[in-house]
């Protein structure tokens, strides 16, 4: 959930941070065996005046190669079988509803790069230097990662949003948007997405320092035939001293284009 990172992060002040996560996805998605996947980010961000730059890679451990790695998250495209998954438009759109059995079940775990994230955004909006911050981004996924084991999509992903962070008073709000023009695969078409994502929250001591968040997150329909990307998730951060913090989440996939349970770790370290 990037708005724990942002909740436990320092103020507009910091010049250069190093943040990363360590998250474990589960999930049978569309298919009838599950896809464990372990994913490794880790990023840059500068930040110069109402500017901020961030460039982020993953590395990626995959117990099979179903499900790629895009700017959308997760996406059960099958590997080399998408011709597959863009039938299953007939099937129902309930949890694993339908599942699709691909012929390579015995498949091994696969580890690699997957394709680097690189976003801009500009603040255009603070009351006086207090919250709530409106910020615009642009962003673009280069396709650079391989695409037979699940670690990218083989094409370009270019997006554009909003954020809104209400960070005063006794509680946390974060609100974000963004539309995603999603690169097709080889024999799967990705529909263009409308991606969200709304936390709120407060702190859990005096000082501020433990703070917890519940939220949900989403999109509209990525394939075709599969149900809308819905996730619930929780969290918690600890901001310690001189820009560093760490926080922990937990998310429930709500249909089969997302995971059934997903854990992870965050960190963010002012240099």
Same mark, same amino acid.
């Given at each position: 959930?990037?708005?724990?990172?942002?909740?436990?992060?320092?103020?507009?002040?910091?010049?250069?941070?190093?943040?990363?996560?360590?998250?474990?996805?589960?999930?049978r998605y569309i298919f009838q065996q599950p896809t464990r996947t372990v994913v490794?980010?880790?990023?840059?961000?500068?930040?110069?005046?109402?500017?901020?730059?961030?460039?982020?890679?993953?590395?990626?451990?995959?117990?099979?190669?179903?499900?790629?790695?895009?700017?959308?998250?997760?996406v059960p495209s099958g590997g080399a079988h998408q011709a597959m998954v863009g039938?299953?438009?007939?099937?129902?759109?309930?949890?694993?509803?339908?599942?699709?059995?691909?012929?390579?079940?015995?498949?091994?775990?696969?580890?690699?790069?997957?394709?680097?994230?690189?976003?801009?955004?500009?603040e255009i909006a603070r009351a006086s230097g207090a919250p709530p911050a409106v910020?615009?981004?642009?962003?673009?996924?280069?396709?650079?990662?391989?695409?037979?084991?699940?670690?990218?999509?083989?094409?370009?992903?270019? @997006?554009?949003? +909003? *954020? /809104? %962070?209400?960070?005063? $008073?006794?509680?946390?709000?974060?609100?974000?948007? #963004?539309?995603? !023009?999603?690169?097709?695969?080889?024999?799967?078409?990705?529909?263009?997405?409308?991606?969200?994502?709304?936390?709120?929250?407060?702190?859990?001591?005096?000082? @501020?320092?433990? +703070? *917890? /968040? %519940?939220?949900?997150? $989403?999109?509209?329909?990525?394939?075709?035939?599969? #149900?809308?990307? !819905?996730?619930?998730?929780?969290?918690?951060?600890?901001?310690?001293?001189?820009?560093?913090?760490?926080?922990?989440?937990?998310?429930?996939?709500?249909?089969?284009?997302?995971?059934?349970?997903?854990?992870?770790?965050?960190?963010?370290?002012?240099?």
């Amino acid at each position: 959930m990037t708005a724990l990172l942002l909740l436990a992060s320092p103020g507009a002040a910091q010049q250069l941070a190093y943040g990363g996560s360590l998250q474990f996805a589960s999930g049978r998605y569309i298919f009838q065996q599950p896809t464990r996947t372990v994913v490794l980010f880790n990023g840059l961000t500068a930040t110069v005046g109402r500017f901020r730059a961030n460039v982020t890679a993953p590395l990626l451990a995959q117990s099979t190669p179903w499900v790629s790695f895009g700017a959308g998250g997760m996406v059960p495209s099958g590997g080399a079988h998408q011709a597959m998954v863009g039938q299953r438009a007939g099937f129902g759109m309930g949890m694993h509803e339908g599942a699709v059995s691909l012929p390579d079940s015995g498949v091994s775990t696969h580890m690699g790069l997957g394709d680097p994230l690189l976003s801009l955004d500009v603040e255009i909006a603070r009351a006086s230097g207090a919250p709530p911050a409106v910020r615009l981004t642009a962003a673009a996924k280069p396709p650079l990662a391989g695409v037979e084991r699940g670690f990218g999509t083989g094409a370009w992903d270019y @997006g554009v949003g +909003a *954020g /809104l %962070a209400r960070t005063g $008073g006794a509680g946390f709000v974060f609100l974000d948007l #963004a539309y995603w !023009v999603l690169g097709d695969l080889t024999d799967l078409e990705l529909e263009n997405a409308l991606a969200y994502s709304l936390a709120v929250g407060r702190p859990l001591t005096g000082d @501020g320092r433990f +703070a *917890g /968040l %519940a939220g949900i997150s $989403g999109s509209t329909r990525i394939i075709a035939g599969v #149900a809308l990307p !819905v996730q619930l998730t929780a969290g918690v951060s600890y901001r310690m001293r001189r820009g560093r913090s760490l926080g922990a989440t937990a998310a429930l996939g709500l249909s089969d284009a997302v995971p059934d349970l997903a854990l992870g770790l965050t960190w963010r370290i002012a240099l």
